[in-house]
């Protein structure tokens, strides 16, 4: 069976603040780690009263410090807000702190709106220059055979996996060009996932790092006992979407009984489209639709996002996720073998 590992973005619910969302992170990968996922993700977001986790080489070095196997990442670092050379030492550090357990995913927008990017940027160069970027970060990871002036320190001669992530063709086509794993934000911006997929899988060229194509589809993932309640949880990250793009983004809220009594029908389609890559309810209709993606997108990993305003029920959720994948798993066995006599 595939692997499941989880993205993270340290949400600050309602009432609380970003010190108990961090320690809830740390928490909730612990709990991933002992139910055998395979890597722990935190994106990097700016000016989001709702998400802790901008100081994503922080979080993750603080994530990393708490656990003792799980592969611990970025899901990922926004390129244009840095230099590649800071971030090559960022992530040169924490390689040497924990290493082989470190992974270096890269997005090419600013995970802000537009004034907060331009207050991150400063004189950088923005977006454009993204695939000379990601070329230099590579270069400081090189070993010291070139006699280059400027080196990571820590960071040159350092084996830490870089990927690519994307919500549009673009990484795809970067991702296929430098022979980089690529991991798709389907969970909040699935539709040009599948022609993405396709772009990567026909133009991958084999690299140092990658012999083959390696994609992995970003999926919401909210399970409880019975589909009701997995239904009223989700409906605090559709508030967040709502909240969002009415630019009045807030913490997260509390789930609600019934979403469609606040908002409009215009509203709720537009985040009915954005979240669709969901699979939200029992187990047994989560495996369902688990099954479907990874049928359809044939993912080699899948990587959860489980925003739940409540941490017990964030990590119950997790664990319902984890008997789906067992069940996904005894399934394509039972399948095989079928196949085989």
């Known amino acids: 069976m595939i692997p499941f590992s989880i993205l993270d973005l340290s949400p600050i619910v309602a009432g609380n603040t970003a010190t ?7 928490n909730l990968a612990q709990h991933a780690e002992q139910l055998g996922y395979n890597r722990y993700w935190l994106a990097e977001h700016h000016n989001m009263p709702g998400v802790a986790s901008a100081a994503t080489s922080v979080v993750i070095g603080y994530v990393a410090g708490g656990t003792k196997t799980i592969r ?44 907060t990017a331009r207050a991150l940027h400063r004189n ?3 977006p454009d220059t993204f695939p000379q970027d990601v070329v230099e970060l590579q270069q400081y990871f090189q070993p010291d055979e070139t006699n280059q002036f400027i080196q990571a320190v820590p960071g040159t001669g350092l084996n830490i996996p870089i990927w690519i992530l994307g919500s549009s063709l673009f990484g795809a086509q970067l991702a296929a060009m430098l022979g980089l794993p690529y991991a798709f934000a389907s969970h909040f911006a699935p539709n040009d996932l599948m022609q993405a997929l396709a772009v990567y ?15 992995m589809v970003a999926v919401n993932v909210i399970a409880a006992d019975t589909d009701q309640e997995a239904e009223r949880l989700f409906t ?4 967040q979407f709502l909240y969002i793009r009415s630019g009045r983004a807030r913490q997260m809220q509390p789930p609600i009984d019934d979403i469609r009594s606040n908002w409009s029908e215009y509203e709720l389609a537009g985040v009915d489209q954005a979240l669709r890559f969901s699979a939200v309810g029992s187990p047994k209709t989560v495996q369902r639709k688990l099954a479907t993606i990874i049928e359809q997108t044939q993912a080699d990993e899948l990587i959860v996002s489980a925003p739940i305003f409540d941490h017990e ?29």
Not at 201 to 215: G, I, N, T
Not at 315 to 337: C, G, H, I
């Open 20 to 26: 108990q969302a961090l320690r809830n992170t740390l």
């Open 72 to 115: 611990v990442g970025s899901g990922g670092i926004m390129l244009p807000n840095h230099s590649p050379l800071v971030i090559a030492e960022q992530f040169g550090t924490l390689e040497s702190l924990y290493p082989g357990r470190i992974d270096l995913g890269l997005g090419r927008a600013p995970g802000s709106d537009q004034a």
């Open 124 to 126: 950088t160069t923005g």
């Open 201 to 215: 899988r026909a133009r991958f060229k084999p690299s140092e790092q990658l012999e083959k194509p390696y994609a």
């Open 236 to 239: 605090s990250v559709q508030q």
């Open 313 to 341: 029920a964030r990590k119950y959720s997790l664990t319902l996720t984890t008997q789906v994948r067992n069940a996904l798993a005894a399934q394509e066995s039972d399948a095989n073998l079928i196949h085989n006599v």
